[in-house]
Every structure is written in structure tokens, then in C-alpha cells.
């Protein structure tokens, strides 16, 4: 069992599993690229990913808010060079101040299971400030972020994703890599963000109406526009889409023309 451990006790109700198996950290470590050697570790716990980052010459800033978890990664790397420990909740991380601080940023992070989606967002919402993101996911959640069109995961974080970055799997994860072991299997994802300006723009004017859409997954496009806003678009949206289409089927431009027409 990894240091730290007996003294921390992850919180179910969080959903926290410490990543323990040194083959995975060790791959993870080796899988993170980060162009100016600084990376920002989400959920640190114990510092058992910490510490092979660190091993790799990064340059860590471990963000976590269990204070029993802070107190035995200070015990840890007591002394050691290339590393800021930050008490603080995830999802109020200021990305902008260190975005200003450092430029865009690598992410990292073993995220507990019932904060992750969540956080996700957070990501999203500050895409700008973040290159490339690697996080920890159960793997169902995983194949909804990298899903594409006509897949049964295809959702609104299928959607964003793929506006805002690049997202892959990495790796699958096996249940005993964890302490305590959950009970389903997780998968590393990176999001390899882009720069492009007017791509967040989009997902910032439309998340929300994507959303809606896809509220009404097993109604055709025809229905849920009647339903949620007026058959005075019907007419003009039939010009150019198949409104017989259900969410689970529309392309990221069959979406982006609904926004458009809507939106008018």
C-alpha cells in the first residue's frame, strides 16, 4: 500500500479511488506531454501520480481539497523541488490567473467518479485557458466524452468535446489499479484542446440550446422542435435537415444549423 494511504481514508460519497498500480502511474506520467514543463494535478490525494510526474522532470502544481489528504502530501514532499501544494476546491480553480501566470496549460488528474462530469464542464468552460487536459474517468463516462455521430454515447459532452478538442482514450484502467477498488473500470481521456476563438464562442452562445435537444433524445428533431419551440422554425429547418433524425443521429453541422435557424 502506497504512503499516505493508512492515514487517508478516500470519501465514498465522493466517489475517490487512489490510483496505486506503479505500472499505470507510471504510464500515465509517461503519456502526459506538456510544452512548458508545468502541469496542474486535480485531486492529487496522497501523491501517488504526484510523484511519478515529478519523476518525469514536471514541474507540479498539486491542486486538492481534503485536508488530510494536503496534510500527508506536505509529509511527502517535504523538501522536494518542483512542486506547489494548493489546499483548494477544484471547482473553484481560477484557470484564467494561471493561464496569465504560465500560458495555456496541461491538466492532470485522477478525478473522484461523482465530481467528474461536473468538473469536465468546468474544463470546457475554460478551454481557452487549457492545451491539453488528461483526467480519469469511469470508462462509460469515457466513451460518452470520445463518442461520435450515430454511437448510443453520443450525447452534449460527446458534442462539446469535440467542438472544443481532440478527445482519446488512452487507456482502460482495471478495477484492482485502485484502493479502495471500484466497481466498474475507469479509462484515461485526453483532450487535446484548440485555440480557435470562434469554436468557443459557439459552445459558450449554444451549450445550453445542445442540451435541450438532446433532452428529447428519442423524439425525431421534428417533434422536439414543435415541442420546445415552435413549429415557426419547422418549415425552415426542413428546408435543409432530415428532421426525422433523433439527436443520437445529428452531425456537429446538422447542430450547429439548428442553433443558427433558432437563434435568428
Not at 46 to 52: A, P, V
Not at 103 to 130: A, H
Not at 223 to 243: A, H, K, N, T
Request: glycine letters at 4%.
Amino acid at each position: 500500500m502506497s504512503k499516505g494511504i493508512k492515514r487517508f481514508h478516500p470519501k465514498k460519497s465522493w466517489g475517490q479511488h487512489l490510483l496505486v498500480d506503479p505500472y499505470v502511474l507510471d504510464s500515465i506520467a509517461s503519456s502526459v506531454q506538456s510544452e512548458n514543463n508545468i502541469l496542474i494535478e486535480f485531486a492529487s490525494g496522497t501523491g501517488n501520480l504526484t510523484e511519478y510526474l515529478l519523476s518525469k522532470g514536471y514541474r507540479v502544481i498539486a491542486i486538492e481539497m481534503e485536508r488530510e489528504a494536503v496534510t500527508a502530501l506536505k509529509e511527502r514532499f517535504s523538501g522536494k523541488e518542483g512542486i506547489e501544494i494548493l489546499e483548494e476546491n477544484m471547482m473553484k480553480f481560477d484557470f484564467e490567473l494561471y493561464y496569465k501566470r504560465y500560458g495555456r496549460m496541461t491538466v492532470v488528474g485522477n478525478l473522484p467518479y461523482n465530481l467528474s462530469k461536473v468538473f469536465l464542464f468546468k474544463v470546457f468552460d475554460n478551454s481557452p485557458f487549457v492545451k491539453d487536459a488528461y483526467l480519469m474517468f469511469q470508462l462509460e463516462v469515457a466513451r460518452r466524452i470520445v463518442a461520435d455521430v450515430g454511437e448510443k454515447e453520443w450525447s452534449p459532452m460527446s458534442v462539446f468535446a469535440r467542438i472544443l478538442s481532440e478527445p482519446e482514450i488512452v487507456m482502460v484502467v482495471k478495477r484492482g489499479s485502485f484502493f479502495p477498488p471500484p466497481k466498474v473500470e475507469s479509462a484515461l481521456v485526453h483532450l487535446r484542446f484548440n485555440s480557435d476563438e470562434n469554436t468557443f464562442n459557439f459552445y459558450k452562445r449554444y451549450n445550453r440550446l445542445i442540451q435541450e435537444v438532446f433532452n428529447y433524445s428519442r423524439k425525431t428533431l421534428k417533434s422536439i422542435i414543435r415541442l420546445r419551440f415552435g413549429d415557426e422554425y419547422i418549415q425552415r429547418l426542413e428546408r435543409v435537415l432530415d428532421l426525422s433524425k433523433r439527436p443520437q443521429n445529428l452531425t456537429l453541422n446538422e447542430l450547429k444549423i439548428i442553433c443558427e435557424v433558432i437563434d435568428e
